[in-house]
């Protein structure tokens, strides 16, 4: 590896194709925590605790108390077809029609023990949108980010794939070049504008140089592989 680094690596191949990538579904309590952790640094119990707000409601300007989102110690990923029209609606007027697939998008768990008392954590309505002033006013910046995140994360669950370029390449170190002779692999993901990764804010990949066959590169910087913890509630 340390000799790979630095070193001087010919373009063997370059190939590029045209990916999709269906949105993720809604938020389980796990990957709410997973994800209120990476993205908004909040621990654990506390992401719980300002859920449990977002649950049992808040006040707003006109002493109205709402709910803002479903319970949210869950292990479904489904939400119910009249949630499901109310994304697909809320969609098409914020993102226009493109963003919105033919059909509604139906997503079922993937772990055999899932019990799926209740529905995946969402918003109670669509149509309260996270940057709309009646509902910033009547949160707390934490509760605001957390429905924020909740929100955009429902919202693309419902959205068409998003659609990028990935260009794969194999580079080849000679033995003159420090890189011993091996062959290594890289690839780079450049997403469309448009793609569903504009409301989750998830990022999908970066636009790198366009890579030539025959044409020379340096190496500097190897991406280890990482696995992530799933949380347990």
């Known amino acids: 590896r340390d000799a790979a680094l630095g070193a001087s690596w010919t373009v063997e191949a370059a190939r590029a194709s045209r990916m999709r990538r269906a949105p993720k579904p809604p938020y389980t309590t796990a990957s709410l925590q997973q994800d209120a952790s990476a993205r908004l640094r909040m621990s654990v119990s506390r992401t719980m605790a300002v859920a449990q707000q ?5 006040t707003f300007a006109d002493g109205q108390q709402l709910g803002l989102i479903t319970y949210m110690r869950t292990d479904a990923v489904n939400i119910s077809a009249a949630a499901i029209d109310a994304v697909r609606a809320t969609l098409g007027a914020q993102f226009g029609a493109a963003s919105v697939p033919p059909a509604p ?5 993937k772990s055999k023990n899932s019990q799926e008392a209740h529905e995946a954590v969402r918003p109670v309505d669509m149509a309260l949108l996270p940057w709309a002033e009646t ?4 949160l707390t910046p934490e509760q605001a980010r957390l429905y924020d995140l909740i929100w ?3 919202a693309a ?14 580079l080849r170190g000679g033995e ?3 890189g011993g002779g091996g062959a290594a692999d890289a ?9 569903d990764a504009d409301v989750d804010g998830e990022p999908r990949g ?7 066959e025959g044409g020379d590169c340096l190496l500097y910087h190897i991406s280890e592989p990482t696995r992530r913890t799933p949380i347990s509630y």
């Open 187 to 195: 690839a780079d993901a450049d997403a469309d504008a448009d793609a």
């Open 135 to 138: 509902l910033t006013r009547a």
């Open 157 to 170: 669950s419902q959205m068409a794939d998003a659609q990028y370029d990935q260009t794969t390449v194999v």
């Open 105 to 109: 998008r139906v997503h079922a768990s």
């Open 176 to 178: 003159d070049g420090g």
């Open 54 to 58: 977002l649950y049992e409601g808040v």
């Open 152 to 154: 955009r994360r429902t």
């Open 206 to 212: 970066s636009s790198g140089p366009a890579a030539g």
